[in-house]
């Protein structure tokens, strides 16, 4: 029972660096997300997707793009790395039935990312 | 954008006491969330409110949505090592498509053998 897997775990980048976090759930969850993880800022959304071929922009989308072309993959693309992109990622599903259950997320365990 | 404050930042403690925490915010929100994150891991969810004033446990976990619709605590009783990590307070306004979590800062419990 996989749930999320985010890959990799850890990431060394150099800054201008380019590079795609990966994610993907076996849960046919329809809402996947990414959130960024810095000290003493809690978790912040960075892109969304309510579906298949559908994404929207969270509060910290600058820097990142993200693609759906599946419901289980929501890979996140930094096209030119920076050290204020030094952080943990974490990639979540929720079902999404109706107007209801987005709230319930599923964390994967998290990219550590450095950029240098 | 909406805010939430978290308190305590972080809270040491001795095996065996309760802990309480709690989350405000400056506008409203119609659920309230708490998550734990384990050290390395992602968070999970721990208990999830609907309703103003609602009263909900999980095991040792008790958690209140405040009456304001404001704010919302958690308390931990006969706390044991494994409690250990942080605990995110989250916020929804509307369960309708769009909407938005947003979390809290955090609160890093240790618990003392």
């Known amino acids: 029972n996989a749930g999320v897997t985010q890959t990799p775990k850890f990431q060394v980048l150099k800054t201008g660096q380019s590079m795609t976090l990966q994610c993907a759930q076996d849960m046919n969850h329809e809402y996947m997300s990414w959130y960024r993880q810095d000290p003493g800022m809690g978790l912040r959304l960075i892109h969304y997707?309510?579906?298949?071929?559908?994404?929207d922009q969270g509060e910290v989308p600058n820097g990142y793009n993200v693609s759906r072309s599946t419901t289980e993959d929501f890979p996140l693309r930094l096209l030119s790395a920076a050290p204020s992109q030094t952080s943990v990622y974490f990639c979540a599903s929720s079902y999404s039935v109706g107007t209801g259950y987005r709230e319930k997320l599923f964390f994967g365990s998290g990219t550590q990312l450095s950029v240098l | 954008g909406q805010q939430l404050n978290q308190s305590p930042q972080s809270m040491f403690i001795q095996e065996g006491e309760d802990v309480s925490m709690n989350c405000t915010s400056s506008?409203?929100?119609?659920?309230w969330l708490w998550y734990k994150q384990d050290p390395g891991e992602g968070p999970v969810l721990l208990i999830a409110l609907y309703k103003a004033g609602e009263l909900t446990s999980n095991g040792r976990l008790t958690a209140q949505f405040g009456i304001t619709r404001k704010d919302s605590f958690l308390n931990i009783s006969a706390s044991i090592p494994s409690d250990v990590g942080i605990y995110f307070c989250a916020g929804q306004l509307t369960r309708t498509s769009g909407s938005r979590l947003t979390f809290g800062e955090g609160t890093q419990l240790t618990v003392n053998p």
């Open positions: 997707s309510v579906g298949a071929g559908i994404t």
């Open positions: 506008s409203i929100f119609n659920t």
